[in-house]
C-alpha cells in the first residue's frame, strides 16, 4: 500500500525553470500571468466588453500628475489623453480615489469613443492559440 521508493518526477526541474522565469518576468511586466498567459484573464477581457461602467476622462482638468497610473491594479492607462483599454481595468477605482483634480470617474452607459481597441497582432494572436490546451 505504501511505497517507500522516492518519486521521481522527470519533468520537475523544468517545471522548475518555468516558474522561475515567469515568476521573475512578473516582476518586470505588471500582472503578466493574468494578462498574457491566463485563460480566465483573457475571457474576462473578452466579457469586459458589455460592461454597464466605464471611465470617463476629464482631459482639461487632468494635470499629468501620474497618481492614477501608480494605483491603477490593472495594465490599463487611465491618465488623461489616453484610451481607455476596458478589456484590461479591474474596476478598482483606485484611479478616481487617487486623482486629486477629480478628472476621472465611472459612470453608467458610457460613450465608446475613448475606448482602445484590444492589440491583436498577428505574432500575438498567433502565440496565444499555439499556447492554449
Known amino acids: 500500500m505504501l511505497d517507500f521508493r522516492q518519486a521521481h518526477f522527470a519533468q520537475g526541474l523544468a517545471l522548475g525553470i518555468l516558474f522561475l522565469l515567469i515568476l521573475s518576468a512578473s516582476l518586470r511586466v505588471t ?3 493574468c494578462r498574457s498567459i491566463c485563460p480566465l484573464g483573457a475571457l474576462l477581457g473578452a466579457v469586459s466588453r458589455w ?3 466605464g471611465l470617463h476622462k476629464d482631459a482639461d482638468s487632468c494635470d ?6 501608480m494605483h491603477c491594479q490593472g495594465g490599463d492607462d487611465p491618465i488623461g489623453g489616453a ?3 476596458k478589456a484590461e481595468c479591474l474596476m478598482c477605482m483606485n484611479c478616481v480615489g487617487s486623482c486629486p483634480h477629480d478628472s476621472l470617474v ?3 452607459f458610457r460613450h465608446e469613443k ?3 481597441s484590444p492589440d491583436l497582432g498577428r505574432r500575438r494572436t498567433l502565440t496565444g492559440l499555439a499556447a492554449a490546451p
Open 83 to 85: 484610451p481607455w483599454r
Open 64 to 69: 499629468k500628475c501620474n497618481r492614477c497610473l
Open 51 to 53: 460592461s454597464v461602467l
Open 114 to 116: 475613448e475606448v482602445a
Open 106 to 108: 465611472f459612470r453608467f
Open 31 to 33: 500582472r503578466l500571468w
